[in-house]
């Protein structure tokens, strides 16, 4: 058996600069609040936000995007289907005991254990086991070669085994124990996450010595906030607003073009959408360009498939179907009763509800008749991720995989067995199975070009725009975003 080997060696982690007149407290609106903050249930922006800065991962990414070591120094290819990951052996928890391997094999058994039932199953499901194989080593056995292991370890958290055991899920929510530069202080619901910077942290020590992540819904208040100095960073801003900031003395935009697909995601297991021609009609209807010229400022860009271009698997000759107003109109009509059936469309104030607004509209403008129902981000999730048939009818989604891979988002969004899905469709299965099953990237890129071809002809999920993140943020505040929507603390700093 041909043995693959990678090693990569992690050189000592670099202090901040001694800076004359530190800012202690950095304060970050949220859209809302984080409905998790046990790294391995909910996966979403604002939970994101705050958790990845109380645990390490097994690897990260750097700011170019760039897989490299954090827990783990080096990792070999013992086989296709076993990878043994050297891991650190001077990094402790914030309750002061050692992480072990015992923790890493803990942490990765704990998110494929069914029973368990985390959100994110869907992405680590082709790991069958992690074991301590050495006094700093885990190996991790898959179930057939996995391509994108490396790219989805990047997001999963070690959590403290001892911990966990004793007080048990929920309260481990309430309290997280972690290995990261900042620790948990308190979560005050409705107000707001409390951390302090974690001074025994093995790598880079954070700027702030505190961190206060808000839930504030309004996006124009999150603006008010900044310029009136209440908050130093704000998330989620939208062109206009973000106009606002750009003649605000004081204050500054940051903007860069993410990996995260926007999308609209119609139920095939209920109607009017068991019909594939009024799918296709929803296709038809939208105008994705004016969306993006009209209310996104022109910082997004159209998206054709559930990828963008620099995902491994996309599939450059798939357009999907254009925007053709007329012939949705036509199969609108030729559906008759069926199609004028009150369709329920489900968003959450965490989404911009321009987008929203005008998607109705298009829609409507061709014939269909939708309701907005707008929930609170839990409800949405919960409510996204339900049995397929009681899954909204029609929904507004924003994903990113953080791993630069077709299968992050195509396999959670089509597969059959994901809680995000509402296809069920044997024949995208068999290719999403090839395509995470094989280190062939030929085979891949087949794999995904038919995936992405019948995605456009039946429109189970329509891709509507890779997405732009634009944030607002105090002059002084020094911070690069990135396309994976990653917020390290200790990469941020404070200009005096």
């Keep these: 058996m041909k043995v693959l080997a990678i090693v990569i060696l992690l050189g000592a982690a670099t202090p901040l600069p001694t800076y004359a007149a530190a800012k202690d407290t950095i304060i970050v609106d949220l859209v809302s609040e984080p409905s998790s903050l046990d790294p391995q249930k909910q996966w979403n922006p604002d939970s994101y936000f705050v958790y990845r800065n109380i645990f390490d991962q097994l690897v990260t990414r750097d700011d170019s995007g760039k897989i490299i070591p954090d827990i783990a120094t080096a990792w070999t290819y013992k086989s296709d289907t076993e990878i043994a990951f050297t891991l650190r052996d001077d990094v402790t928890f914030h309750n002061g005991q050692p992480l072990t391997p015992d923790d890493v094999a803990f942490s990765v058994n704990r998110i494929i254990d069914k029973k368990f039932a985390s959100p994110q199953f869907s992405q680590f499901n082709k790991i069958l086991s992690a074991s301590v194989t050495g006094p700093h080593e885990v190996t991790i056995r898959t179930d057939g070669p996995y391509p994108v292991l490396l790219a989805q370890l990047v997001k999963l958290s070690i959590v403290p085994k001892h911990v ?53 819904p309004d996006p124009a208040t999150r603006v008010a906030d900044l310029k009136a100095g209440g908050a130093d960073l704000a998330v989620t801003l939208d062109p206009d607003l973000a106009a606002q900031l750009q003649s605000t003395s004081g204050v500054k935009v940051l903007t860069t073009v993410t990996e995260r697909i926007a999308y609209l995601k119609l139920n095939p297991s209920r109607p009017p959408f068991d019909d594939v021609n009024l799918r296709r009609a929803v296709a038809y209807a939208i105008d994705k360009q004016s969306i993006i010229d009209g209310l996104l400022g022109g910082y997004d860009k159209p998206a054709l498939q559930l990828a963008s271009p620099d995902y491994a698997g996309y599939a450059p000759d798939v357009e999907g179907l254009s925007f053709d107003p007329d012939k949705a109109r036509q199969l609108v009509g030729e559906a008759g009763a069926a199609a004028r059936q009150p369709i329920d469309f489900l968003t959450s104030p965490t989404f911009d509800q321009r987008i929203v607004q005008a998607l109705v509209q298009q829609l409507s403008d061709v014939g269909f008749k939708v309701n907005i129902e707008n929930v609170d981000f839990a409800t949405y999730l919960q409510r996204v991720q339900s049995e397929k048939t009681k899954q909204p009818t029609l929904s507004f989604g924003r994903w990113s995989c953080a791993c630069q891979d077709a299968d992050g988002i195509s396999f959670p969004l089509l597969h059959s067995t994901s809680s995000w899905s509402s296809l069920s469709d044997s024949s995208i299965d068999t290719l999403l199975n090839t395509a995470r099953n094989t280190l062939d990237d030929g085979k891949r890129v087949a794999a995904y070009n038919e995936v992405a071809t019948a995605v456009a002809k039946d429109v189970p999920v329509l891709p509507l725009y890779q997405a732009a993140a634009i944030y607002g943020a105090a002059d002084k505040l020094e911070w690069k975003p990135t396309a994976n929507e990653s917020f390290f603390l200790n990469r941020v700093s404070w200009r005096e």
């Design 164 to 216: 966990v055991e004793v007080v048990g899920d929920k309260a481990f929510n309430l309290s997280p124990v972690g290995s990261g530069p900042y620790k948990f202080a308190k979560w005050q619901l409705g107000v707001g996450v409390y951390l302090d910077r974690n001074d025994a942290y093995w790598g880079t020590k954070g700027y702030f010595q505190h961190a206060e992540f808000r839930p504030v």
